[in-house]
């Protein structure tokens, strides 16, 4: 296939939706530590899960053995709403970075929720609304995951509750409105509406808030309110499963023009968007079919993979969730506030925790001043305004295409874009101000955070 | 062609995209009144309209024959960044309304500019660097256009200052922040750059502005400046032109399935995306090959079609632009300040007022908090934030819709959705909150514009 005969977008046609998601677990050869109950240190059972998560979720969370699980037809018929979303062969990046690399993003952001969390959002209610659940809880920081599940429960008819971080309702009110346009209830966090909420406000009356807290504020009151429960965002093996539409589709539209990725890269928070784009390339890679290189990009400012210890920790900052075996800062880091995108998280995916230990990916961390330089020469050569937490995959991705001009390879560069920066334009004015600096924490901040790892036997 | 057979959204592959827009002017019977220079009341010629702006575009602007105009090669590449832009079936809204009638909408909000306005500012600037122009000033009110044409002179490599006016580039610093983004110079108008801002400055120091004396300002620094231009983005006819791609596009994507609209609607502020849309199902209209009812929708606060006069006026309040014959509510109308969306402006197209004039499509006015109602409905259906604009063509179409229901018939709607609202959560934040008021201005307000039309023989 020339060059030439590639175009800028690829759009597959609706009936090439996957009907299917791709469960990496199933071609893993060890699979990821099973979560743990923190009562009892015993591995998670679906009765556990059942008083905070949807039962069809929680079937999802814990099968390691089916390679493809069905997407029900209503699902599907969501995701025709926005999806396929393209995937794009950046041309004018190409150009004007004068690389003989072939450089394709799958670029998720065109959606009101303004990211690809959107995909799991529509999988997570439609289940609940099966179900018969009447409302459901969540927490949100940089606003994207509320909005999709805010437009998601507005489709479906579920009443929505979102613990949004305080600070951030307070920053993004633009983010809150358009939560509050679909419908939702939007309850800055801590707030006097949990235990855990007031606990916190009774120690620390000033406090913003940080996304821990509002986890565990979300939680509380789903266990606690009848027909209810909580859906989160992301970490978690269903969400990194319904994300994998996003690696299928891209997949599929490489294949129709036999082009097989040397190098794929994605930011890493949580993990899902990541984990969703890599999963097909991921298994073929895991049989050896392959070997791809496959590379996570976190804040230098939160570096969970390459700073960080593979250990169960909580997943939240209230410790009330289950324990998990994953890359972690400790439950008790929080980064620092100069740090203006997501991927705050200390934690990341139990399975791409899992496939980062066992070296089937690598990871890189970048310093958002950078970041915000390769946001802005991305915008300037292709026209799309990213996501703090989407340029750091670009930062990476001109970095190897650079590296590609050094070397004279032609490498085919996949990467994530995973959202737009319409509501992280505080981020960009203080970067055009130049008032941006960067942030790494010492060896003695993250041996703070490593200390809030829980007191238990890590070696199972 | 069986209904589902249609699919949500219907991308044109890149190789049919457009390569020439079609001249509606070359169909009409007879021509709108020419453009006249201010000072001798004579028709406008190109060598008048040379200080002002691009040469190519001038061309344009005087072009009533040439039915079909060929589209220069980089901007059709230019173009390949966000367009073939998605022609959506609006299965949930018909679901939701159950409505017989078959809805479609030509969406033109993916891209970082929110809107279609990038598709005339990429021509524009295109002629400009190949005129070798190094420098561009405009103006703009909501940011839509600034930000496009920001986008489009990063890409092309020219100058620009966009004179932002005041009480925008304070209410929205976040829209300032992307135009900053992407390298363009913002000057809240009036400002001290300008002997015209300096005026107005003098007299009303306390001014927030307005889009007639941002218009002053970017064609006096244009005109004063080498090798500088100005560049409009609506109203005149080279703007139509440029917008044709969006109805070239949909009419391409409708004929696949054999659909033909019985009814076209559009919001109409300066006209440039009503008359982009409509332009070839008008062609086939004035040449007697079909009857398709089309529709202005404007606000009821700004209602030129509807309660204007159809009179020679300038184009901007400074009275420093040629002047146009057209639907006018004169050029010292200033719509209320509560009126939150775009489609502010005191005139209309002299091409859609003509078509007006002659009956070849009507006009409707809708009240804001009805606009508004029509957008969080539309959001909660089709997962599209919109932009107020786009809003006023919603309610039309739902209205629509539903005398459809009323009466039994399956019409097919077809209605431009210019844009996303992410930048207007400040007026749903008032909508969401209840604090959203509609004006309608009385006869005698009227009566206040139209004493500002000029003093000069109107039947020529």
Redesign the interface.
């Known amino acids: 296939m020339k060059n030439y005969d590639i175009?800028?977008?690829t759009?597959l046609?609706?009936?090439e939706l996957p009907d299917k998601w791709i469960n990496v677990k199933a071609f893993m050869k060890s699979q990821h530590d099973p979560f743990l109950n923190p009562a009892t240190l015993e591995p998670c059972t679906a009765e556990d899960l059942k008083p905070v998560f949807c039962d069809d979720v929680i079937k999802q969370e814990l099968d390691c053995t089916t390679p493809y699980i069905d997407i029900p037809e209503e699902i599907v018929s969501f995701y025709?709403?926005?999806r396929p979303s393209p995937l794009v062969r950046a041309y004018?990046l190409e150009k004007a970075l004068g690389t003989p690399a072939h450089i394709y993003y799958k670029f998720e952001g065109?959606?009101?929720s303004?990211s690809h969390k959107l995909n799991s959002a529509a999988a997570q209610v439609y289940y609940a609304k099966k179900q018969g659940l009447t409302s459901l809880t969540t927490e949100t920081g940089a606003g994207q995951w509320g909005t999709a599940l805010a437009?998601a429960t507005?489709?479906f008819g579920i009443d929505l509750t979102v613990y949004m971080v305080k600070v951030s309702s307070l920053q993004k009110?633009?983010r809150k409105?358009?939560i509050?346009?679909?419908?939702a209830k939007v309850v800055p966090s801590p707030s006097d509406t949990t235990a855990a909420g007031r606990a916190i406000l009774a120690k620390m009356p000033e406090t913003g808030g940080s996304l821990g807290c509002a986890i565990s504020e979300a939680v509380e009151t789903a266990t606690n309110t009848p027909n209810c429960r909580y859906v989160l965002g992301s970490v978690l093996d269903h969400v990194l499963l319904h994300q994998t539409v996003i690696g299928l589709e891209a997949k599929k539209a490489l294949d129709k023009y036999g082009v097989t990725p040397d190098v794929i890269i994605g930011c890493a928070g949580g993990g899902s968007n990541l984990g969703g784009l890599i999963a097909p390339f991921m298994a073929d890679k895991l049989q050896g079919k392959t070997d791809t290189d496959i590379v996570a990009v976190e804040p230098a400012s939160c570096p969970s993979l390459t700073r960080g210890l593979y250990k169960y920790d909580f997943c939240d900052t209230g410790r009330m969730t289950p324990l998990a075996r994953m890359y972690s800062l400790g439950s008790g880091f929080i980064p620092s506030a100069n740090h203006a995108g997501g991927l705050r998280y200390h934690g990341m995916s139990p399975i791409l925790s899992k496939l980062y230990h066992d070296k089937y990916m690598r990871a890189v961390s970048v310093e958002q001043t950078k970041v915000f330089e390769a946001a802005?020469y991305f915008?300037?050569?292709?026209?799309?305004?990213p996501a703090p937490e989407s340029a750091h995959a670009i930062k990476a991705a001109l970095d190897e295409a650079l590296e590609c001009k050094r070397t004279g390879q032609a490498k085919n560069i996949l990467f994530g874009l995973t959202g737009?920066g319409?509501?992280d334009?505080?981020a960009?004015?203080e970067y055009?101000a130049g008032n941006m600096t960067d942030y790494v924490p010492t060896d003695a901040e993250l041996q703070k955070g490593f200390a809030s790892f829980p007191d238990i036997p890590q070696n199972r």
């Open positions: 175009p800028y977008k759009y046609s609706e009936s025709k709403m926005y004018c065109n959606n009101t303004g437009m507005a489709y009110p633009y409105a358009v509050e346009t679909y419908g802005e915008a300037k050569t292709e026209g799309i305004l737009t319409y509501f334009l505080k960009y004015m055009n």
